[in-house]
């Protein structure tokens, strides 16, 4: 899996989650697009635990991608009933608390 980490000018941590498969990819259904070209998910590749860590200690995400959406569930920011699906490929976004 591939994780970017954007942080915002006022702090918020934002982490961007993509299948490593789908990076340069653009998928539509409808009037609905993932389009992965952009910077946006172009991070680095990293294990699962990793990237576990740092969805805990985010303000949001944005997982696309089996895998990603995948662990996203067994970190238990997002439910099944949040993720969609277009042209195949499940995409989910989450706030996420903090656990202080």
Do not use: W
Not at 68 to 78: A, W
């Amino acid at each position: 899996m591939i994780a970017k980490e954007h942080i915002h000018s006022d702090g918020r941590v934002v982490i961007a989650v993509c299948d490593k498969e789908l990076i340069g990819k653009k998928f539509s259904e409808g009037d609905k697009q993932l389009d992965f070209t952009s910077d946006f998910y172009k991070g680095k590749e990293m294990s699962p635990l990793l990237i576990g860590d740092m969805l805990r200690n985010a303000d949001s995400a944005s997982l696309a991608g089996h895998k990603s959406t995948q662990l996203g569930l067994e970190e238990g920011i997002i439910e099944k009933d949040q993720i969609i699906t277009i042209d195949g490929i499940p995409f989910a976004t989450a706030a996420l608390e903090k656990a202080f």
